[in-house]
């Protein structure tokens, strides 16, 4: 499992893409439970992050260009949603 970290909040993929052509894009899935929904949501309605992948030494600004789950009522306990998020690099910034 990777780690990721969005705006200096650090989370858990359990899975993941990358892609350079024709921008820097990242696809990643995050496995989230009834606890951590509201916190992750809260990150996500940021839209544009700092974004960072440690172990592919990966740095950039993107903003989410795609983004599903598997699960929309995530308040029932014990629930888990998949959450798969695109991040694509904004054309203004270089690497961080």
Known sequence: MKTLRLNDVTLEMSAFQEESEPKRKIAFTLHVTC???HDIAVLLYEKTF???VPER???FRGEITNYSTSLTNLYEAGAVSEFYIEITETDANADL
């Open 50 to 52: 700092n974004v960072e």
């Open 35 to 37: 606890e951590a929904y």
């Open 57 to 59: 030494d990966l740095a």
